[in-house]
């Protein structure tokens, strides 16, 4: 099975400051990968997804995340932090098999923003 | 189109009774997913669902069982509820292998 490492259960940066997510994978092939965002009481959103195109995906809100497969990463990345990014990330990985589509969800990290 | 919905939003239930979810997917999508996701032990996959077929299940008890109808609905049942069945329950949708798309999910509360 395969399996997501988030680094970090909890992230805390000033606003303004480079937002710096972790997340590595397991796997022998190259997957589906994905980030979503969760805000409190309230589902997961998509933030992006790596589907082998590029390997630096750029997702909504200003996040982006690179794929590097010689280390096995996904780290998701953004420039200046936000008030509003306040939040949940997960990160997820996904063989994209047609005959199952079982997600695979890192622990999370919980991202507070210091005004 | 219309995104995930999950019904109801919000239940109170007793220890022993048992509840049922309800998830409508994205029109088109034919893959349901459930995920139970509480404090201590995250987002933890459920089973998942795709032309009213279960095709994946996670390490959960039986009392944990699902259905999806022909409209691609699904529906989760829980029974005997235990304490530790408190969480939030997310439904996902998706079109065959591709992105999951979320509901807003259903807090449940066992007293």
């Known amino acids: 099975a395969q399996s997501v490492t988030q680094l970090g259960s909890h992230v805390s940066v000033s606003e303004g400051a480079l937002v710096l997510l972790r997340c590595n994978y397991s796997?022998?092939?190259?997957?589906?990968l994905f980030w979503y965002v969760q805000y409190p009481n309230q589902g997961l959103q998509l933030l992006l997804k790596?589907?082998?195109?590029?390997?630096l995906v750029k997702g909504i809100n200003g996040f982006e995340a690179e794929f590097k497969k010689s280390e096995t990463s996904f780290h998701l990345t953004k420039p200046s932090a936000h008030m509003s990014d306040a939040a949940e990330y997960f990160c997820a990985v996904s063989d994209g098999s047609n005959t199952g589509n079982q997600f695979y969800f890192g622990t999370g990290t919980s991202l507070t923003v210091i005004p | 189109k219309a995104g995930v919905t999950q019904t109801p939003r919000y239940l109170i239930k007793t220890r022993g009774q048992q509840v049922t979810l309800s998830c409508s997917p994205i029109?088109?999508?034919?893959?349901v997913s459930w995920y139970q996701q509480t404090p201590g032990q995250g987002l933890q996959f459920l089973f998942e669902?795709?032309?009213?077929?279960?095709?994946n299940k996670g390490n959960f008890p039986g009392r944990f069982s699902g259905r999806q109808f022909s409209n691609s609905r699904s529906e989760m049942n829980v029974s005997t509820l235990e304490l530790g069945d408190s969480a939030l329950y997310l439904c996902?949708?998706?079109?065959?292998?591709?992105?999951?798309?979320f509901g807003p999910g259903t807090r449940l509360t066992v007293l």
């Open positions: 669902y795709f032309s009213e077929t279960q095709r």
């Open positions: 996902a949708s998706s079109l065959l292998g591709d992105t999951q798309y």
């Open positions: 029109s088109g999508h034919r893959s």
């Open positions: 796997s022998s092939v190259p997957p589906y």
């Open positions: 790596y589907t082998s195109a590029a390997t």
